[in-house]
């Protein structure tokens, strides 16, 4: 089966957001986090950017997964690291590729790694504006 969604399939998610509630959850979500931000005195229009993209990688499927957790937890322990592929790269299925399937692999894993990197950069930032904001009006 090919990893590419139908029109039927994105349909089907879609409905299925619906009828679960997803869009009224995000709603009530939303309006919690511009409240929170409002307080801090974060501008709304940086809030609502922020928790869209919250909500775009939702419905993408890109919750926190465990590769995204474990970037996360090196970063906040070790910082950016020049030997980070090194210490995500899986060493038993590593010794079981050909050196093409090497080369793919992390090839595959660096741009994952580029990605989780930006997303957490994004998270800090945003953190660390919202607690700058909260310093600065009290």
Same mark, same amino acid.
């Given at each position: 089966?090919?990893?590419? !969604? ?9 409905? $299925? ?9 995000? !709603? ?11 307080? @801090? ?11 869209? &993209?919250?909500?775009?990688? $939702? ?6 997964? +465990?590769?995204? %957790? ?27 590729? $050909? ?9 595959? %894993? ?5 990605? @989780?990197? +930006? ?11 919202? &607690? !700058? ?6």
């Amino acid at each position: 089966m090919s990893k590419q !969604k139908t029109v039927k399939n994105i349909a089907k998610e879609a409905k $299925s957001r619906l009828k679960n509630g997803f869009w009224k959850d995000c !709603k009530q979500q939303r309006q919690k986090e511009l409240d929170k931000a409002r307080d @801090a005195g974060v501008a709304e229009s940086r809030a609502s950017k922020y928790f869209a &993209e919250k909500v775009g990688q $939702s419905i993408a499927c890109e919750k926190e997964d +465990e590769f995204y %957790l474990k970037v996360k937890e090196m970063l906040l322990t070790h910082g950016e690291v020049s030997d980070a592929i090194g210490r995500l790269t899986d060493k038993e299925y590593f010794e079981k590729l $050909s050196y093409e399937e090497r080369q793919r692999y992390t090839l595959a %894993l660096s741009s994952k790694y580029l990605r @989780a990197l +930006e997303r957490f950069k994004k998270e800090v930032e945003f953190e660390r504006y919202l &607690e !700058k904001t909260k310093e600065n009006k009290a």
